[in-house]
Structures are given as C-alpha cells and as structure tokens.
C-alpha cells in the first residue's frame, strides 16, 4: 500500500463517522502521525509503500476511530499553543478556547511590578496551562495541583519532555483541610468542571465516551462548587492584589461573576472567539 492509497482509504473511511472537513482534517493528522511527514513532502513521495508495521498501525488508528475515540487519545498526542502534548483518558484533551485564557494570564502577567510571580494551577490535568505558561515567561514559579493520580503522571510526563519546570501536588482540592498545605501565590488559574450532569444529553458521544467525567461534570444543584471554593481559598492563599482566572460554563457568566462579587472581588468576564462567555478574572 503506498502512501496515496493509504491516504485515499483512512479518508474513505472517516467520511462514515464525520463530516467532510473534519474527516479530511483527521485523515492529515493519521498520515502526518504515520509517515513523520508534512502534507507537502507526502505528495512529494504518494508512491511510496509504506511497511507492514505502519499498515498494521493505520488498521490499529481506524479500528479505534470506528469507535468514535476521540483522535487525540488514538495518537496519543494533542496541540495547544503550539506545542505537542501527550493526552490519554486520564486528562481532557486541550481546548482551543483555553488558550485565549492562558494568553490574557500571560499579558496580565507581562503588566505586572512584581518580580518572580507565583501561580497556582488547579485541576490541570495534561498540565497544558502552567506548562505552556511557563515556556512564554520562565521566570514564573508555578505550582499545579490535580486530585486524579493519572492526571498528574500525564503532566509531569508533558513537563519533563517539555522543559518546564513546575511543581506537581496530588491532593483533593475541594476538601479544605488540605489548603493550609498549598501555596500562597500571586495567580490562581483553573480550567475546572463546570458541566451540569444534566447537560450529558447534549454532548457528543466522543466526548462521553472516552473524556474523564470527574474532569467534566458537576452536580446540578451545585453547579458553581468550584467557582466557590476557590473564590474562598483566594482569600487565604492569594497575595494582596492576587488575580484569579477561571474558564467557565457559557450559561453561566452572571452567576459566576456574582458569585465572586458576593466574596468581595472586582471581576472581568470575557468573551471567547466565538462570542462566548468564557474566562472571567477576579482580583482582591
């Protein structure tokens, strides 16, 4: 099988589980993962045959894509502000939209008189936002933490092969017991769950299917539980001046931004590219 015919079959193939785009999309990334090669160079060489392993491999790629796993944890590798990271179902896979958060961190971040700011993650999962936090300003301290075992090897794994240096705890961040034990900084930052269980319904099976649910979903009679917690550890564990920057539900931007108004804070929500409520900031 050459390279074109492989090409030609995983496409074929993707169009029975996705739209066009996306399926064309996929087919690039399967091919790009298989040959080690851009598109350009893989029109370049379409006739060459590709060995037994790596057509094992492609047959091995569609299996779990028939699935509908979600390509990412196929290859094992997810794109976030343009740096590979290893993802597997221990973490979320990498959103678009967080990056825009991480670039507002890093531009509040740029305007500060601070020397040496500390930031704590929460909930990091693949360590996406302090790792790619700390390759844009390295001279940031920062300290993530994740309750999920998996999650935290996954981070460290992305850290060490991504030469940022950050601090990794394990610990239940909802129980406050623990919250002596961790850092007072001048960032907090957390992509949390904020998905009402009630919400499943509406999600594709992809991402029900294979995402980690703790990461995702919160009680619908609580549905700001973390936005809460950690507006009140920002009072213990938060510099004088402290910022706190959270990803949030799209339904629920008012009550967010009350919710942290209640705790004394001055809070900045933003829109994402889509035009949606997505990121907000507090700051003591």
């Known amino acids: 099988m050459t390279i074109q015919q492989a090409q030609q079959d995983t496409l074929s193939q ?22 080690g090669k851009k598109r350009i160079d893989r029109l370049l060489e379409k006739e060459r045959v590709l060995s037994a392993t790596k057509i ?38 990498p959103r678009p939209e967080t990056e825009e958060l991480v670039e507002w961190i890093y531009a ?10 500390q930031l ?5 999962g693949s360590g996406c936002i302090p790792i790619s936090l700390k390759k844009k300003q390295p001279t940031l301290s920062i300290a ?25 705890i394990l610990v239940n961040f909802l129980n406050e017991a623990f919250w002596d034990q961790l850092p007072v900084v001048d ?19 992809n991402v029900l ?8 979903f919160v009680p619908d009679n609580d549905a700001l539980l973390f936005y809460r ?4 550890f920002g009072k213990t564990n938060l510099t004088e001046e402290g910022t706190i920057f959270v990803e949030i539900n799209e339904a629920l931007g008012k009550e967010v931004t009350d919710l942290f108004e209640a705790n004394g804070y001055t809070v900045e929500l933003r829109k994402d590219m889509e035009g949606k409520d997505r990121m907000l900031k507090a700051t003591l």
């Open 14 to 35: 993707l169009k029975n589980l996705y739209d066009e785009r996306e399926a064309t999309n996929i087919t690039d990334w399967v091919m790009e993962h298989l040959t």
């Open 108 to 117: 509040e971040s740029q305007q500060s008189t601070r020397n040496h700011l």
């Open 144 to 168: 993530a933490l994740d309750v999920s075992k998996g999650a935290i090897a996954v981070a460290e794994r992305n850290a060490g092969s991504l030469g940022a240096a950050i601090h990794y």
């Open 56 to 93: 094992a491999r492609l047959d091995v790629i569609l299996q779990e894509l028939a699935t509908h796993k979600p390509i990412q944890y196929v290859l094992g590798e997810a794109w976030f502000a343009g740096m590979k990271f290893f993802v597997n179902e221990d973490v979320l896979i």
């Open 209 to 216: 299917g294979f995402e980690p649910s703790l990461a995702l």
């Open 187 to 205: 960032i907090i930052v957390s992509n949390p769950p904020y998905i009402k269980e009630s919400e499943q319904n509406n999600m594709r099976k």
């Open 229 to 232: 917690k950690i507006a009140l």
């Open 120 to 124: 704590l993650d929460i909930g990091t």
